[in-house]
């Protein structure tokens, strides 16, 4: 029996898209809901905290770093004690002695006077609660999507993420194959997902809205054609892939925040027709850029664009991928959609358009 209904959470750095689906009821009147990510959530009660003057204890698992990271940096520059469990400070860094470094204390259980923090990139609990509010029970098969960067000690973060990237396109860059259900080891970002919730099906954040552009017919069309390029502009991440057919011919990644429109476009424009270097892109800092040998060196169209920062291409001619209606949903609909074209089996089937 096929997958009835899916609860699809694509967990980004300033947002957490949320898509109720049931196959009984229309797509339109699914519950859809932006709410912010774990990361600012954690952000703000650290502000709070400081503005009280507490300590805090972080606990719980490993999570997205950005703007909880920035607020425990500001908690320590005002003097405050910031304690954390390992697991927790693993968000921080892979090596618990740069941790240490930064002023965090590591223990297990909450000093006296410590404000309890919870960490996490799922809110199941709360999410649930919400929901409860209105009648709508939570479906039970959940497919997530984060950023990992795997776990890589003493090496640069942005090359072993990259890394991952060039060994799915060494291996065919097969798109059934973004969708997994047990990740190795190192994505210890998704091994933590995984614990909180045993079975869940999880993706990267880019490979699930760069699936969910493909939701939108004319960007489907194009993709079953020459090819089409399609530039998920991230809120931290600036992600593009060069897809023909069922398969990703290429991989370009950078952070958002190091991109300008005049560098948006020159790097897209020279990673379409082949002329852009991965060792450019880092030395940018951002992460790299990686084609196969059968990748077009042009395409007919003009990019495809998603993502909560597409404003940055705004003036290019790139249109706007709008997957079933909705702009904010592409990774929702990336991962729904991925799911659906799993076999009964398990095995994964050519892409498709959610029905």
Request: charged share 15%.
């Amino acid at each position: 029996m096929g997958t009835t209904s899916l609860l699809a959470c694509d967990i980004g750095g300033g947002t957490q898209d949320i898509l109720l689906w049931r196959s009984a009821q229309n797509l339109e009147n699914a519950v859809k809901l932006v709410l912010p990510a774990p990361t600012q959530v954690a952000a703000a009660r650290l502000r709070r905290a400081r503005g009280l003057g507490r300590d805090v204890f972080l606990h719980g698992w490993l999570m997205g770093g950005g703007a909880v990271h920035r607020a425990v940096d500001e908690h320590l520059q005002a003097g405050l004690k910031v304690f954390a469990t390992p697991a927790a400070a693993a968000t921080f860094a892979d090596d618990s002695a740069r941790v240490q470094a930064m002023g965090v204390s590591l223990c297990e259980q909450a000093p006296a006077g410590a404000l309890p923090i919870p960490f996490g990139d799922l809110n199941l609990a709360e999410l649930n609660s919400i929901c409860s509010l209105f009648e709508v029970a939570l479906p039970q098969t959940l497919a997530l999507a984060v950023c990992d960067h795997g776990f890589s000690p003493g090496f640069s973060n942005r090359k072993f993420r990259f890394q991952q990237w060039t060994a799915f396109l060494e291996r065919g860059g097969r798109l059934p194959d973004l969708l997994i259900s047990d990740p190795p080891a190192h994505l210890t970002r998704l091994k933590a997902l995984q614990e909180q919730a045993p079975g869940c099906l999880l993706m990267d954040t880019a490979a699930a809205a760069a699936w969910g552009a493909l939701e939108d017919p004319a960007v489907a069309q194009a993709a079953q054609g020459p090819g089409v390029c399609i530039v998920n502009l991230g809120n931290m991440h600036t992600v593009a892939f060069i897809v023909r057919g069922g398969k990703v011919l290429g991989v370009y990644e950078h952070h958002t925040r190091c991109l300008d429109q005049a560098t948006l476009a020159d790097h897209v424009a020279r990673f379409i027709s082949g002329r852009l270097s991965d060792e450019e892109v880092f030395a940018g800092r951002g992460h790299g850029c990686a084609r196969l040998p059968q990748a077009p060196q042009g395409l007919p169209g003009p990019p495809a664009v998603t993502g909560p920062q597409r404003r940055l291409a705004q003036g290019l001619g790139w249109p706007t991928a709008v997957p079933h209606g909705d702009v904010m949903l592409s990774g929702c609909f990336g991962l729904l959609a991925a799911v659906l074209q799993r076999g009964q089996d398990g095995a994964p089937r050519p892409p498709s358009a959610i029905s």
